[in-house]
């Protein structure tokens, strides 16, 4: 998958299942390093303003050892962010009254190390995990240390897929300041090869399949193959398309074609992750799928090109919660030329997350076209590093994820305590992540129908009770914690 479309799935479920209530938090910023790891003065002592909200508005106080919860920011805007943990904002933080801290992720937002020139080929190296994991650990010692003066309360680190992952990582890196880690769709096993680099794939495709009884994953396969046979076609085939469509600027190029192909493929992709039940509309009560299906019925392998490609068309509108009434938006008119990367000095900053993948986050994963219903593109490493100093002038890190934190095999995780994983069985990021016990303090629970993000998510109308049960235990869990770190505390003191 292309790193640069997960901001696409985040905004679809992580951040907006349920945009309840009001926002009580404060807009701040911390002075950030450019460079943890260097060792060179100007890059070390270089600062830069990184975005940070925080809500003591439930906090019990350092006198009572008040927790403190800190979301680890991933690959969107913290206010965004902020929406999607309707569960830690609304359940949690009063529950234990907690002071909590939403940082934003570097080159996100607002937080960019140098400014409008972040995006500088020169400066794509220090957009990493590595270096994002020593800007949270900063500011979870400035808080704790400085502001709140709190030595002694409880740090929970929380966030859902690679928020997750930078949860869990926190806590693994350093213990001693994090006290414990909750996480949700967690693919902390999507690196090295470890997982069948097809299973998200076909997974995504199963989504479709148990839908209904439209054959709608056969009939986007074959609406796949129909529209790279129009991109190798000659010029009257766009036009074709620009008609069936109703675009909002007309394709010109094969590459126009190609750009379809993949947003339809990312569509689809985000509606298998977040096939979550619609909770209002004549709709509500149904899936997501269930509703962006029903343009295949009566259609079949054999349809009319016109009939595929509308219906496939319209589903991706579903899929991206869109009106299929309104136009298509591949693209503005003057974002139809791709730079050349042999004369590019920068590249959009909408190519974070695809530079994190390039650096050392390389997410080993691709579809291989046979069994699932998308455009053959498997993983392949070489492949990948060509495309990454192509673009990026940058040397993936294939493996620094496994080598730093295990993961090889679950049993890697043991000698980590005090981690919370959630994941949704119907989610297709399942199988990369921890889905079962490593030990009494790495916990692993199963959301049986639950899909990405789910259970980080306000309590919504048709809530499973396999979800809530889930969220019961994530609560159960940070109590536990809590009580555990006050009483050792105590035994310290006196």
């Known amino acids: 998958m ?37 060792n060179e003065t100007s890059l070390h002592d270089q600062k830069w303003s ?9 906090w019990l106080g350092a006198e ?8 680890a920011g991933c690959e969107a805007d913290i206010e965004s962010l902020y929406l999607g943990q309707g569960f830690f904002n609304q359940v949690i933080k009063p529950e234990i009254g907690a002071f909590a801290i939403y940082a934003e992720h570097r080159y996100f937002g607002a937080s960019m190390p140098f400014g409008a020139d972040s995006f500088n080929l020169d400066n794509l190296k220090f957009l990493t995990a590595d ?13 704790k240390n400085e502001v709140l003066n709190c030595t002694d309360c409880p740090v929970i680190t929380f966030g859902g897929s690679y928020c997750g992952q930078l949860a869990a990582w926190l806590r693994m890196r350093y213990p001693a300041l994090v006290d414990a880690a909750v996480t949700s769709s967690a693919s902390l096993r999507t690196y090295s090869e470890v997982v069948d680099t097809e299973a998200f794939y076909a997974s995504s495709t199963n989504a479709f399949n148990q839908t209904n009884t439209h054959d709608s994953a056969n009939i986007i396969k074959e609406g796949f193959t129909r529209l790279k046979n129009y991109s190798q076609s000659s010029s009257s085939a766009y036009q074709d398309l620009n008609q069936y469509l109703n675009l909002c600027h007309p394709m010109t190029t094969s590459d126009d074609i190609n750009k379809l192909s993949n947003w339809m493929k990312h569509s689809f992709v985000t509606g298998s992750m977040f096939n979550n039940y619609l909770t209002s509309g004549s709709y509500a009560g149904k ?23 509308l219906a496939m068309r319209n589903s991706a509108m579903i899929c991206q919660k869109k009106d299929p009434k309104t136009c298509l938006n591949l693209f503005s008119a003057s974002q139809k030329s791709k730079s050349d ?21 390389p997410e080993s994963m691709g579809p291989d076209g046979i069994h699932d219903m998308y455009p053959a593109a498997p993983w392949n490493k070489l492949d990948k590093a060509a495309y990454c100093l192509k673009y990026y002038r940058l040397v993936p890190k294939f493996d620094w994820v496994m080598n730093t934190f295990g993961g090889w095999t679950l049993g890697d995780y043991a000698s980590y305590s005090n981690i919370f994983f959630a994941n949704g069985k119907n989610d297709p990021w399942f199988a990369a992540g921890v889905t079962q016990n490593v030990t009494n303090s790495v916990v692993a629970y199963i959301v049986e129908d639950g899909t990405h993000c ?10 499973s009770d396999s979800l809530k049960f889930v969220r019961a235990k994530e609560k159960e869990f940070i109590s536990s914690l809590i009580q ?10 006196n």
């Open 2 to 38: 292309s790193g640069k479309h997960h901001i696409i799935y985040l905004l679809i479920s992580c951040l907006v299942l349920g945009t309840l209530g009001t926002t009580p938090y404060q807009v701040t910023s911390f002075d950030q390093i450019v460079d943890h790891f260097s």
């Open 454 to 463: 789910q259970d980080l998510s306000y309590n919504l109308p048709y809530d």
């Open 287 to 309: 899936r997501l799928l269930e509703v962006a299906t029903l343009y295949f019925a009566n259609l079949n392998v054999t349809s009319s090109d016109h009939d595929i490609f």
């Open 64 to 71: 009572k050892q008040g927790p403190i919860i800190f979301l």
């Open 50 to 58: 990184q975005k940070v909200l925080i809500d003591n508005s439930s």
């Open 341 to 361: 990367p042999v004369v590019q000095t920068s590249v959009p900053s909408s190519s974070a997350f695809d530079v994190l993948t390039c650096n050392d986050l």
């Open 131 to 143: 270096q994002t994991i020593e800007d949270f650990a900063a500011i979870i010692k400035h808080y």
């Open 484 to 493: 555990e770190k006050k009483t050792k505390i105590e035994k310290i003191i």
